[in-house]
């Protein structure tokens, strides 16, 4: 992500795109669909639910909660059998009144693989309750655990931490937050238990009204919830065959988690079609410019080359500029719209290259940022200590150029897909790019890429690799997975999640000033981040985790992935990481810090560790430049408590890039450190 000053002029931004009228308070009351503009045909088949069927009983404060929850699902033909059915009525409302548009969402057949679990327990205290916080996962898998998420497939328990949003100022409307310490399995249904919960002083919070006269109460013959009460007649027991009682339950609800056509459907029918047409060839390609160096203006890199790669246009505008969405076809995917996007590339050519040809790698950029971050000391650093050739493309939805239309979306999250759909066209946008890099009659058949002698300056028998931060390291996940071509990749201070990561965040700040604006109340806030996240995953690595490594998705190869964490990082949250690692299957390099610098109980828990010789696989390393752990709840490190940023400290340390180097070029992870490793700060 980009230093938080980049961004503080988007709170002045907000003021033409956010309505000036009270704030909202709840979503409990239904209120008219959204108008239908900028909704296609097949969105608008699917906003309908049934009478009675927008809110679930037991929800209490809101009319969605618990979420995510198969009461607002509805039977269909898909790989889970369901079909997401929310009701524009239940859904969180901006500061205008006007509720989220759901029509996409309702395309959908399941949750998020990375859900947050959301519901309302006022009076709650979680240390009373004796649950699992972020220091100490391992304690929500005990026997007695007082909130217990179990796999209705396998029959395994699930390990997560619970936490309490921090950020909200009711009481009575703040959310409890379970968060998956490994994202679920994808077309699987996970039943929730809360039991035993208790108060601050010691004593227990009584259920809801609601779900104990459902879960306890005889039918009657006219029962008008005898829907919600045999659908929780099902998650009861599959509860008790894991062993979890009805007694002292206060809520218990169950969802499914989307299949793998569903998150990657729409990527992946892109992808194929689109090579399909080049037949072995390089995409269509022009160089715009074209910069040499002197040893004196640039000591590792001899040449940089700009230009575009054509790419095939998914969305509903010519070019497809921000605010475009895909252009649905009738089976609800994306279809090309017959015009093309000029996808803008920026490859730096290391001095090295003029000698031995360097290696391909793209490069993936920060939060809303551009190609120009590939010219960053760190990058030309290891381009030229290491012989990489990296070229970068963009995150088109969320680059430079969409910061108008992300600052607009705030003020109404019906607009979200406009931000996802673009970030998925800009995955095609690298895949053509890679592919550009690599065949030759590609970037290698141009004079840019040519010495004097005319032979090509990349090595074109070396497999592509990837190399991103941030932004680029979240994004990276995703694009890595859907790659037919990269084979390793390292995702630096990365994460997953968006809808964990920005409350942890600094560089949300700007957004959720935004956001306070368009969706001030607390609890609409978190369900609208498990919202938005559901279409987040068709963009990030969270919705294609369990594809990233050694199971791979269709046309893909598998993958070798190293993690690069900044221990205490500001902006990418290390406990996003820490997921990442377990859903992957990556081992950590341990010591992962010297004694008494990581505050959990097991730091790292459920991750097993690297070998002492090195190792072929998948891989989390922690940099540790001396700076403050950060906090353990939904809240950033802001504050001169938590002391300066290492963000960035882990790339501009030489080890750490001579590490990534020997990754990239072999899939290897070489031990720099034999001990925990360090960087030094970046001044």
């Given at each position: 992500m980009r230093?938080?000053?980049?961004?503080?002029?988007?709170?002045?931004?907000?003021?033409?795109?956010?309505?000036?009228?009270?704030?909202?308070?709840?979503?409990?009351t239904p209120a008219p669909p959204p108008p239908a503009a900028n909704r296609t045909p097949q969105e608008a088949a699917t906003l309908r639910a049934p009478a009675g069927s927008a809110c679930d009983p037991v929800g209490g404060a809101d009319c969605l909660l618990p979420f995510p929850n198969d009461w607002f699902t509805r039977p269909a033909a898909t790989p889970t059998g369901l079909r997401v059915n929310l009701a524009a009525g239940a859904m969180p409302r901006n500061a205008a009144g006007t509720p989220i548009d759901p029509a996409r969402w309702n395309l959908l057949d399941g949750f998020s693989p990375g859900s947050m679990l959301l519901a309302n327990v006022p009076g709650l205290d979680l240390a009373a309750t004796g649950a699992a916080p972020v220091t100490d996962i391992g304690r929500s898998l005990r026997r007695d655990a007082p909130i217990v998420i179990v796999d209705t497939r396998t029959g395994e328990r699930w390990p997560y931490w619970a936490e309490l949003d921090a950020n909200a100022t009711d009481p009575a409307r703040t959310a409890l937050i379970i968060r998956p310490a490994r994202n679920f399995r994808e077309g699987h249904r996970y039943a929730v238990a809360l039991r035993g919960l208790k108060d601050a002083a010691g004593e227990p919070v009584p259920p809801p009204a609601a779900f104990t006269e459902l879960a306890t109460g005889k039918p009657r013959p006219d029962d008008p919830l005898a829907a919600r009460r045999q659908a929780l007649k099902r998650t009861l027991g599959d509860l008790a065959r894991a062993g979890v009682g009805a007694g002292g339950l206060h809520l218990a609800w169950d969802f499914t988690v989307a299949s793998e056509r569903s998150l990657s459907g729409a990527v992946l029918r892109m992808r194929d079609e689109s090579l399909k047409r080049l037949r072995g060839r390089s995409p269509d390609f022009t160089v715009t410019a074209v910069t040499d160096f002197t040893a004196e203006q640039d000591p590792h890199i001899a040449r940089e080359v700009t230009g575009d790669v054509l790419v095939p246009n998914y969305l509903n505008r010519p070019g497809g500029p921000p605010g475009s969405r895909f252009d649905l076809g009738p089976d609800g995917l994306p279809r090309p719209s017959g015009d093309q996007v000029r996808a803008r590339f920026r490859c730096e050519i290391p001095r090295s290259a003029f000698e031995r040809p360097a290696r391909p790698a793209l490069y993936g950029h920060g939060l809303l940022g551009s190609t120009g971050e590939v010219r960053a000391a760190n990058v030309r650093a290891m381009a030229g200590e290491h012989g990489f050739l990296f070229c970068a493309a963009e995150w088109i939805g969320m680059a430079a150029e969409d910061v108008p239309n992300v600052v607009s979306v705030f003020g109404d999250f019906g607009r979200f897909p406009t931000v996802t759909d673009r970030l998925q066209q800009s995955l095609l946008g690298f895949v053509f790019l890679g592919r550009a890099m690599i065949t030759r009659d590609g970037l290698a058949s141009h004079e840019a890429f040519r010495d004097g002698r005319g032979r090509p300056l990349v090595d074109l028998r070396a497999p592509l690799a990837y190399d991103?931060?941030?932004?680029?390291?979240?994004?990276?996940?995703?694009?890595?997975?859907?790659?037919?071509?990269?084979?390793?990749?390292?995702l630096g201070v990365p994460g997953m999640n968006y809808s964990t990561l920005l409350n942890r965040s600094t560089a949300f700040e700007p957004f959720q000033r935004l956001m306070d604006q368009g969706y001030p109340d607390k609890l609409d806030q978190q369900l609208c981040f498990a919202l938005i996240q559901m279409l987040w995953d068709h963009a990030e690595a969270n919705g294609y985790a369990q594809h990233l490594t050694d199971d791979p998705l269709p046309g893909s190869p598998r993958h070798r992935v190293l993690l690069h964490v900044a221990f205490g990082d500001h902006q990418v949250s290390p406990v996003t990481a820490a997921v990442q690692a377990r859903t992957i299957g990556a081992r950590v390099h341990r010591p992962v810090t010297a004694p008494g610098r990581d505050p959990d109980a097991v730091p790292y828990w459920g991750i097993e560790s690297l070998p002492d010789r090195p190792y072929r696989g998948s891989a989390l390393v922690v940099w540790d430049s001396g700076a403050v752990a950060p906090p353990v709840t939904n809240t950033p490190p802001l504050g001169p408590a938590y002391g300066r940023d290492p963000h960035q400290d882990p790339r501009h340390d030489p080890d750490a890039r001579r590490q990534k180097a020997r990754f990239l070029e072999r899939g290897e992870v070489l031990d720099v450190c034999h001990g925990p490793c360090t960087a030094e700060p970046v001044p």
């Amino acid at each position: 992500m980009r230093p938080l000053t980049v961004l503080t002029s988007l709170t002045l931004a907000a003021t033409s795109f956010l309505a000036p009228t009270p704030p909202a308070t709840g979503t409990g009351t239904p209120a008219p669909p959204p108008p239908a503009a900028n909704r296609t045909p097949q969105e608008a088949a699917t906003l309908r639910a049934p009478a009675g069927s927008a809110c679930d009983p037991v929800g209490g404060a809101d009319c969605l909660l618990p979420f995510p929850n198969d009461w607002f699902t509805r039977p269909a033909a898909t790989p889970t059998g369901l079909r997401v059915n929310l009701a524009a009525g239940a859904m969180p409302r901006n500061a205008a009144g006007t509720p989220i548009d759901p029509a996409r969402w309702n395309l959908l057949d399941g949750f998020s693989p990375g859900s947050m679990l959301l519901a309302n327990v006022p009076g709650l205290d979680l240390a009373a309750t004796g649950a699992a916080p972020v220091t100490d996962i391992g304690r929500s898998l005990r026997r007695d655990a007082p909130i217990v998420i179990v796999d209705t497939r396998t029959g395994e328990r699930w390990p997560y931490w619970a936490e309490l949003d921090a950020n909200a100022t009711d009481p009575a409307r703040t959310a409890l937050i379970i968060r998956p310490a490994r994202n679920f399995r994808e077309g699987h249904r996970y039943a929730v238990a809360l039991r035993g919960l208790k108060d601050a002083a010691g004593e227990p919070v009584p259920p809801p009204a609601a779900f104990t006269e459902l879960a306890t109460g005889k039918p009657r013959p006219d029962d008008p919830l005898a829907a919600r009460r045999q659908a929780l007649k099902r998650t009861l027991g599959d509860l008790a065959r894991a062993g979890v009682g009805a007694g002292g339950l206060h809520l218990a609800w169950d969802f499914t988690v989307a299949s793998e056509r569903s998150l990657s459907g729409a990527v992946l029918r892109m992808r194929d079609e689109s090579l399909k047409r080049l037949r072995g060839r390089s995409p269509d390609f022009t160089v715009t410019a074209v910069t040499d160096f002197t040893a004196e203006q640039d000591p590792h890199i001899a040449r940089e080359v700009t230009g575009d790669v054509l790419v095939p246009n998914y969305l509903n505008r010519p070019g497809g500029p921000p605010g475009s969405r895909f252009d649905l076809g009738p089976d609800g995917l994306p279809r090309p719209s017959g015009d093309q996007v000029r996808a803008r590339f920026r490859c730096e050519i290391p001095r090295s290259a003029f000698e031995r040809p360097a290696r391909p790698a793209l490069y993936g950029h920060g939060l809303l940022g551009s190609t120009g971050e590939v010219r960053a000391a760190n990058v030309r650093a290891m381009a030229g200590e290491h012989g990489f050739l990296f070229c970068a493309a963009e995150w088109i939805g969320m680059a430079a150029e969409d910061v108008p239309n992300v600052v607009s979306v705030f003020g109404d999250f019906g607009r979200f897909p406009t931000v996802t759909d673009r970030l998925q066209q800009s995955l095609l946008g690298f895949v053509f790019l890679g592919r550009a890099m690599i065949t030759r009659d590609g970037l290698a058949s141009h004079e840019a890429f040519r010495d004097g002698r005319g032979r090509p300056l990349v090595d074109l028998r070396a497999p592509l690799a990837y190399d991103g931060n941030s932004q680029g390291g979240i994004a990276g996940g995703a694009l890595v997975a859907i790659s037919p071509d990269v084979r390793n990749a390292v995702l630096g201070v990365p994460g997953m999640n968006y809808s964990t990561l920005l409350n942890r965040s600094t560089a949300f700040e700007p957004f959720q000033r935004l956001m306070d604006q368009g969706y001030p109340d607390k609890l609409d806030q978190q369900l609208c981040f498990a919202l938005i996240q559901m279409l987040w995953d068709h963009a990030e690595a969270n919705g294609y985790a369990q594809h990233l490594t050694d199971d791979p998705l269709p046309g893909s190869p598998r993958h070798r992935v190293l993690l690069h964490v900044a221990f205490g990082d500001h902006q990418v949250s290390p406990v996003t990481a820490a997921v990442q690692a377990r859903t992957i299957g990556a081992r950590v390099h341990r010591p992962v810090t010297a004694p008494g610098r990581d505050p959990d109980a097991v730091p790292y828990w459920g991750i097993e560790s690297l070998p002492d010789r090195p190792y072929r696989g998948s891989a989390l390393v922690v940099w540790d430049s001396g700076a403050v752990a950060p906090p353990v709840t939904n809240t950033p490190p802001l504050g001169p408590a938590y002391g300066r940023d290492p963000h960035q400290d882990p790339r501009h340390d030489p080890d750490a890039r001579r590490q990534k180097a020997r990754f990239l070029e072999r899939g290897e992870v070489l031990d720099v450190c034999h001990g925990p490793c360090t960087a030094e700060p970046v001044p």
